[in-house]
Structure formats: C-alpha cells, structure tokens
T-cell receptor, first 115, second 109 residues
Framework: GAGVSQSPSNKVTEKGKDVELRCDPI?????LYWYRQSLGQGLEFLIY????????KSGLPSDRFSAERTGGSVSTLTIQRTQQEDSAVYLC?????????????FGPGTRLTVT | AQRVTQPEKLLSVFKGAPVELKCNYS??????LFWYVQYSRQRLQLLLR??SRESIKGFTADLNKGETSFHLKKPFAQEEDSAMYYC???????????FGKGTKLSVIP
C-alpha cells in the first residue's frame, strides 16, 4: 500500500534548462493534481487530471509549464527554460473518486532549485 | 473568485495552552472547508473537514458562514502539534482546492 511517490526528491538545474518531474499516484486513484509550494506563498494549484477527461490547466503560470498523464496513471510535469522564480517544492496529489476528490493524498514533493 | 486567508504566518503557544488557528474565506457559493497539516519531514495530509463535524487529535473547527470563518481550535496544545497548518476551500462542481498560505504552529515545551 504505497502512497503517492514523486521523483526526483531534489533537483538542481541551471537557468534555461528543461526539467521533468514525475508523479506516481496511488493505484486506482482517478484524479491527480499538481501544486507548487513556495515559501510564504502556500500551495498554488497548477493542473488537475480526472480520468480520461481533458485536464484543467487553469493554474499553470506560463506556457513553459506543461503536464501529461499517461494511461491514467503516472504523470509528468515539465518546465521548459527554467527561471529562478520556478524554484519551489512541487507537490503531486491523487484522490480516489469524484465524490472524495477533496481528500487528496499528497506525495513527498520534488524540491526544485534553479541556479 | 474564491480566496482563503490565514492571517498568522507563525503562531507560538506554550504546551497546555489553548490554540486557535484562524482561517477566513471568500466565496459566494456554498463552501467546503478543510484543514490540512504538514508535520516536519512528513507529507501534507488531511486533518479534518467541516462537513464531518469531527474532532481529530483534539482539534475541532466550526464553519461560521456569517463570519466566513473556519478557525481551528484545540483546548490544550501538545508539543506534537507543532506543524504547518493549511486551510483549504473547495467549490461545488470543481475538484480544485484553494489553499491559504499556511500558519506555522510552534508549541513551546
């Protein structure tokens, strides 16, 4: 009964490089969320996937950010041409059904540092 | 647009003292309110939700629609309560949660 896993746990990259962050949700969870946690800014919603529906991308801060979810399971968040302001902890969460979508199970996060 | 405000970034209390973590929200519809907690080196996890009217680890929270508040309370703080607490708002018909910026609770022994 593993929980949500994310990799890598830490990522240091140079400004201008692309990064990929991975999330493995809990098996059977149909909903998957990405958040960004910045110091003093709380949790910022980025994107939401539910089953085979089109994702809700309303929280993505710029077109440098994109995400996909393959086979309704694993998700990858990609940040292109990283900037220093992208430095944050990126959290992934999943939930079981639409009815319990609010009870989100969070992963440990990926700490991204852009130098 | 919905908004969640947690006015205190840091709250320090002595062990055994009462705790109140403030949360105010702005939303025109019928809200769903939650408290999430993140202990040191642990994952963010759901603490309680208003609809359940439950007490978890001695914490309770009452939704006050008149004051648009959902404050988290505990009568006697314990050292293990030290953590980061986030208030979150859910909207009907959406699966997004809007989080506040969080309050760091420090319980002094």
């Amino acid at each position: 009964g593993a929980g949500v896993s994310q990799s890598p746990s830490n990522k240091v990259t140079e400004k201008g490089k692309d990064v990929e962050l991975r999330c493995d949700p809990i098996s059977g969870h149909t909903a998957l969320y990405w958040y960004r946690q910045s110091l003093g800014q709380g949790l910022e919603f980025l994107i939401y996937f539910q089953g085979n529906s089109a994702p809700d991308k309303s929280g993505l801060p710029s077109d440098r950010f994109s995400a996909e979810r393959t086979g309704g399971s694993v998700s990858t968040l990609t940040i292109q041409r990283t900037q220093q302001e992208d430095s944050a902890v990126y959290l992934c969460a999943s939930s079981f059904t639409m009815a319990s979508a609010y009870e989100q199970y969070f992963g440990p996060g990926t700490r991204l540092t852009v130098t | 647009a919905q908004r969640v405000t947690q006015p205190e970034k840091l709250l320090s209390v002595f062990k055994g003292a009462p705790v109140e973590l403030k949360c105010n929200y702005s939303y025109s519809g019928s809200p769903e309110l939650f408290w999430y907690v993140q202990y040191s080196r642990q994952r963010l996890q759901l603490l309680l939700r208003h609809i359940s009217r439950e007490s978890i680890k001695g914490f309770t929270a009452d939704l006050n629609k008149g004051e648009t508040s959902f404050h988290l309370k505990k009568p006697f703080a314990q050292e293990e309560d030290s953590a980061m607490y986030y208030c979150a708002l859910g909207r009907a018909g959406s699966y997004q949660l809007t989080f506040g910026k969080g309050t760091k609770l420090s319980v002094i022994p």
